[in-house]
């Protein structure tokens, strides 16, 4: 049975869905009504598959046909493959033709707060069927396990089965107030500085904080980019924060003096990344949201003449 079972004579689908209906009907009339052929051929058909099998799956008698040992050994392997054929049949059905369904978004919650939440509205008026589904936690969620759609990261991830695309850069800055206006600064040490907490102090703009500031006392410390965005708009003090953020913001870059310049040069880099599975990049409803993704990000990069590097 072993070698039965091992036979490779170019088996096809269709020669499985006939020994299902022989089995199941036990005759050639029915088991031909059931697949839409005549006796005759289906008889012709099943010599066929016993011979390119090298063995005997029904007996023919008087009553219909009687299925042997091996008829009945080829039996749960044969529905197996029906099953997957229906499912496959019904998956391939289903794909999409447009843009509708629900999208997994993981993106850090200031990203959240400041960029993606509000413009969900208008990709709501571009992609009606569209329902978006947002993690705004700290938590990064594996794209490669499925757990979400598509992501947008600070650092570039890596992986075989990920699509990346660099939708903005920018660089961190000091920020302040727009009514506050200070004069240019000479020494950092006389800024009243909003730092990260201890959870992302190995970031890098916490790290340049401490190397060029190394004995400031925070006036306020959190990692909610959103408060530290309220409280430098309130006028509270300085922080460091994307230059994206002039877009959506009531901040300005601080002013600094020239001998200042050096450690300016150091500010990090900031970039965002859009990250998406290779299996799900063209399934409509993931294009239409990477595609408007991508549009709304490099529309918020700071424009030149308010770039980093101010000086007075």
């Given at each position: 049975?072993?070698a ?29 009504a ?58 391939a ?7 509708e ?10 990203l ?18 569209i ?33 990346t ?29 909003i ?94 949201v ?9 529309a ?5 003449a ?7």
């Amino acid at each position: 049975m072993v070698a039965v079972m091992q036979a490779d004579s170019g088996l096809r689908w269709d020669d499985v869905r006939l020994f299902l209906a022989l089995h199941r009907e036990r005759s050639l009339a029915g088991a031909g009504a059931r697949v839409g052929l005549d006796p005759s051929t289906l008889s012709r058909r099943l010599a066929a598959l016993e011979d390119s099998l090298a063995t005997r799956l029904f007996d023919r008698t008087r009553e219909g046909l009687v299925a042997t040992a091996a008829a009945d050994l080829l039996l749960p392997a044969a529905e197996e493959m029906e099953s997957a054929h229906t499912r496959f049949t019904r998956d391939a059905s289903g794909f999409e033709r447009e843009a509708e369904g629900l999208v997994r978004l993981s993106v850090p919650p200031g990203l959240a707060d400041a960029f993606v939440g509000p413009s969900l509205a208008r990709l709501r008026r571009q992609h009606p069927r569209i329902r978006i589904e947002l993690d705004a936690s700290v938590r990064v969620l594996d794209l490669t396990r499925r757990e979400a759609d598509l992501a947008i990261r600070m650092v570039r991830p890596e992986g075989a089965d990920l699509v990346t695309l660099k939708v903005s850069t920018s660089v961190w800055t000091p920020m302040t107030s727009q009514a506050a206006a200070p004069k240019p600064v000479t020494r950092w040490e006389d800024v009243p500085w909003i730092a990260w907490g201890d959870d992302l102090a190995a970031i890098p703009p916490a790290r340049w904080l401490v190397k060029h500031v190394p004995n400031a006392v925070p006036v306020l410390r959190t990692s909610h980019i959103a408060t530290q965005v309220a409280a430098v708009e309130a006028g509270l003090g300085v922080a460091l924060l994307p230059l994206s953020y002039l877009a959506v913001s009531a901040m300005t870059p601080l002013r600094y003096a020239k001998n200042l310049a050096a450690s300016v040069r150091e500010l990090p880099p900031n970039e965002t990344w859009l990250v998406g599975h290779r299996a799900l990049r063209s399934v409509p409803r993931v294009a239409a949201v990477w595609d408007f993704l991508v549009r709304e990000f490099q529309a918020v990069d700071a424009p030149p003449a308010r770039a980093a590097g101010s000086r007075r």
